[in-house]
């Protein structure tokens, strides 16, 4: 299943090309976005919306379907994504992130703790292997983006830190 954000830059993507439509099917959800004279069609299996405004506000289309929602504490850090101040520090692979070494272990860090260029953070896990993902920056963690046994994607946003 596609996630919110990814449904979001696609129709950004359809929006800006000269692409009038656009079909992706994934293990049983299939998403199809069409443009036609300005206009936009979002379809996300079972919900069908058609949005009859300039293609722009195709967000507000999608907020109505039966994609999962943004929680305020999600927003907040999506905001916190867009200070430019902020180093973010990304998953170099698809996989399990893992805040500590092991269940009996405290994590690698929380907010507010300062880390060292190098320095081990996390852990993700993939096929069997744990990979440990260290901070490209010295600084203070400000944002832990994602949660302990969460699956990740390659180039997700994992932390954020404030450069020392």
């Given at each position: 299943?596609?996630?919110?954000?990814?449904?979001?830059?696609l129709?950004?993507?359809?929006?800006?090309?000269?692409?009038?439509?656009?079909?992706?099917?994934n293990?049983?959800?299939?998403?199809?976005?069409?443009?036609?004279?300005?206009?936009?069609?979002?379809?996300?299996?079972?919900?069908?919306?058609?949005?009859?405004?300039?293609?722009?506000?195709?967000?507000?289309?999608?907020?109505?379907?039966?994609?999962?929602?943004?929680?305020?504490?999600?927003?907040?850090?999506?905001?916190?994504?867009?200070?430019?101040?902020?180093?973010?520090?990304?998953?170099?692979?698809?996989?399990?992130?893992?805040?500590?070494?092991?269940?009996?272990?405290?994590?690698?860090?929380?907010?507010?703790?300062?880390?060292?260029?190098?320095?081990?953070?996390?852990?993700?896990?993939?096929?069997?292997?744990?990979?440990?993902?260290?901070?490209?920056?010295s600084?203070?963690?400000?944002?832990?983006?994602?949660?302990?046994?969460?699956?990740?994607?390659?180039g997700?946003?994992?932390?954020l830190?404030?450069?020392?």
């Amino acid at each position: 299943m596609l996630k919110i954000q990814e449904i979001r830059e696609l129709i950004k993507l359809i929006d800006q090309s000269s692409i009038d439509e656009f079909s992706f099917e994934n293990d049983g959800s299939k998403i199809k976005l069409k443009k036609h004279n300005g206009f936009t069609t979002v379809v996300n299996q079972p919900t069908v919306i058609e949005k009859h405004a300039p293609a722009t506000p195709v967000f507000e289309a999608l907020a109505q379907t039966n994609a999962p929602k943004t929680t305020p504490v999600a927003e907040v850090a999506q905001a916190k994504i867009e200070d430019a101040n902020l180093h973010k520090i990304v998953s170099p692979m698809v996989g399990t992130f893992y805040a500590s070494p092991n269940p009996e272990s405290g994590p690698y860090v929380k907010v507010g703790d300062k880390v060292k260029l190098d320095g081990v953070v996390c852990i993700v896990e993939a096929m069997k292997l744990f990979n440990e993902i260290e901070a490209e920056v010295s600084g203070e963690i400000v944002e832990i983006l994602v949660e302990d046994g969460q699956l990740v994607e390659y180039g997700q946003p994992l932390f954020l830190v404030k450069p020392l």
